[in-house]
């Protein structure tokens, strides 16, 4: 049975000592469980609540930190962007690109990412439903069929683009999750992962800052598998309530290990 497709990291950048300690663990586990995790950290967090929240180092600055752990730990990458002349020079570093829930429905942001040829991750928005996803995926494969655009891991298109739950509005400072979105989405593609730590986001409800509920991740993450989920999404920190930006719903790192062992069994 193939394994399920893991993204785990930082929510962001903080430090090249973060980045390093979360890169050898995940090193660790997949020799341990012949798991594969991609790398997850954000160069720029560029829809903090408060002008004021740390956003990162900069896409260039990111970058370079991103490929050192590349270059050291050999972990694919993933990481965000948020505007179209992101996507070619992010495309040269990362394995596969990531299109934030909010702006899931950017045409030019889609169309750009479509042309570079790498996998691309398109988190579901917090007001759309999973059918409606079709409509985002479709303007990717679309583009990549009219542009005849290679597909630069050799996988079929179809294969390349990937669906994310993470939620609904449910009310203000609050999500819920529509687990029918799951099997709804993979009508639509054949990867679709659950963002088992955005999911518990209480946006906005931190009094200036998103507030959240950990202690559900795992809880998520096992809903998700039963309804048939093949990747799972985590934010993960040493020290979450420490961390600049999520960490009241990121995954404690000593605790990821274990939920893994529990996901491929």
Known sequence: MEKPIFIAGPCVIESV????EIAKRLVEINQQHGTDIIFKA???KANRTSLTSFRGPGMAKGLQMLADIKAKYGLKLLTDIHEAYQAEPVSEVVDVLQIPAFLC????????????????NIKKAQFLSGIDMRFPVQ?????????NIAQTNGRKATDNVWLTERGNCFGYNN??????NIPDMKEITPHVIMDCTH???RPGGGNGCTSGDRCFVPAMAMAAKAFG???FFFEIHPDPDNAKSDGPNMLRLEDFAPLVEQLIH
């Open 105 to 120: 429905r950017q045409t030019d942001l889609l169309i750009a990412a479509a042309r570079t040829g790498k996998a691309i």
């Open 42 to 44: 954000s160069f720029d």
């Open 199 to 201: 999911s518990v986001q």
């Open 139 to 147: 303007k990717v494969l679309d583009t990549i069929s009219n542009e």
């Open 229 to 231: 989920a093949n990747g």
């Open 175 to 180: 999500l819920v999750v529509d687990f029918r």
């Open 17 to 20: 000592e973060l980045l390093d």
